[in-house]
């Protein structure tokens, strides 16, 4: 009796994850020296605040003095290298910490611009450029501009310039990873250079970035550049797999007081908020953040050698830099498209009995099939995949608590798409 994982696939698939293992092994060995040098900065971090038992108790109803919330704010503060953090389970989403930051910086008969393209499906809803439901910003008079990519997926410079020159724009956003654009998420060396590029042309703005699954997937953040505030999702890397609510921001201090007066009410701002159960994950979350990410990303790599060997198109290519926990695979048209995801779904711990139907999903314009089988809904630092059914039928790829549970699923993808039929 064969004890492998990998013994009943078909023999041409068993020498496909045997070339790809040690394909990639040099590259899986970058990923843990990320990891080490990041998870240092953590530890230190747990050390430098003195965290102990009593961080972990939670508040209960107005939150005032609440001693574990404000030290992990001041954790992430000190990690992102800001004046300060908003850290709450209040925050329903990574969209929501977003709409919070932007309708907090922006007023009526300001323009909201854009850097890098029409922003994903959920942010165009809150801009107004989607959807019919109430309270966005164009109902508040707050206008939007952007200046899309050029073919290759790269910032034009020179047209930004030019449309900086609105006296209007009070907010620069960068969105580091591509949502369901097709092009690659910016690294923190690309993002560097556009905010110098914006401290240049326009230094009266406040430059916000929407970091959502890039947090430890590089050594270095936007804000260690100058970025003004920054938002992201605890059901991703940040939080790794651990919290079951809540966002954070990050940022200059004013901006993170007006961002606070948006999530509460004026005046209380961000000294109210209980915090309730959530501390103890939220720290542990944030200290296995690093690791997480790395297994994630390793998932990621694996994925995207096993399917370009199986002739498929996809980006990043495992050897090239990755900034996030995001692979993309081009299948050309639906039907493997939605078979692959089923996979992934059937491979999961949990709901592994649903088959994923697509479907017109709040907050995005077309079909949206998708799979995720985590322990906390709707988290992506879990594996999962999902795409919208349009051209070129691109599936979002993204995620993983382990390596072993990426490997195991994105084979067995492989193989109930490819070779099952056969």
């Known amino acids: 009796m064969s004890h492998s994982w ?66 992990l704010e001041a954790i992430y503060a000190d990690y992102f290298k800001v004046d300060d953090a908003l850290v709450r389970p209040q925050f329903a989403s990574g969209t929501h910490a977003i709409s919070t930051a932007l309708f907090s910086m922006l007023r009526p008969g300001d323009t909201l611009y854009y850097l890098t393209g029409t922003p994903y499906d959920t942010i165009q809803e ?93 050594t270095e953040e936007p804000t260690f550049f100058g970025a003004d505030l920054m938002a992201g999702s605890l059901y991703k890397n940040a939080g790794a797999g651990l919290v079951k609510s809540g966002a954070y921001l990050v940022g200059r201090k ?48 694996y994925a995207a050698a096993l399917c370009a060997e199986m002739g498929m198109d996809v980006a990043p290519k495992w050897d090239e830099p990755r900034t996030d926990i995001v692979q993309t695979v081009n299948f050309g048209e639906p039907d493997p498209m939605v078979k692959f995801c089923a996979a992934i779904q059937h491979f999961s711990p949990m709901n592994s009995f649903v088959d994923p139907i697509p479907y017109h999903q709040d907050g995005y314009e077309d079909e949206v099939v998708m799979a995720s089988g985590s322990f906390v809904e709707g988290s992506t630092i879990e594996l999962s995949s999902d795409g919208p059914l349009r051209p070129p039928y691109r599936l979002y790829i993204q995620g993983g608590l382990s390596y072993a549970h990426a490997k195991i699923a994105i084979t067995q993808a492989v193989n109930e798409t490819f070779y099952q039929n056969k």
């Not at 508040?140 to 790269?154: M, P, Q, R, S, V």
């Not at 609105?166 to 690309?190: E, N």
């Not at 004013?254 to 959530?278: C, F, M, N």
């Open 254 to 301: 004013d901006l993170i007081e007006g961002a606070g007066s948006r999530l509460t009410v004026p005046g209380a701002g961000k000294g109210e908020g209980a915090t309730w159960g959530y501390l103890r994950d939220m720290y542990q979350g944030f200290f296995m953040a690093a690791h997480t990410t790395g297994e994630a990303q390793k998932g990621m790599v």
């Open 126 to 218: 809150v801009i107004g450029l989607a959807g019919d439901k109430p309270g966005n910003m164009s109902e508040y008079g707050i206008k939007f501009k952007t200046t899309e990519l050029l073919d290759n997926g790269e910032v034009d410079y020179q047209h930004a310039e030019n449309d900086l020159a609105d006296p209007s724009i009070k907010v620069v956003a960068i969105q580091r990873s591509l949502g369901y654009a097709v092009r690659a998420s910016f690294t923190v060396a690309k993002i560097r250079k556009m905010i110098s590029f914006v401290k240049r042309v326009r230094p009266d703005v406040n430059i916000f970035i929407d970091n959502c699954y890039g947090e430890f997937s590089e």
């Open 6 to 71: 990998k013994a009943e696939l078909p023999e041409e698939l068993q020498e496909k994850v045997a070339k790809v293992d040690k394909m990639i092994a040099p590259r899986l060995a970058e990923i843990d020296e990320q990891v080490l040098y990041n998870q240092q900065r953590v530890l230190n971090l747990f050390r430098k605040h003195h965290v102990g038992e009593e961080d972990l108790v939670p508040s209960t109803g107005y939150g005032y003095d609440d001693i574990g919330r404000d030290k």
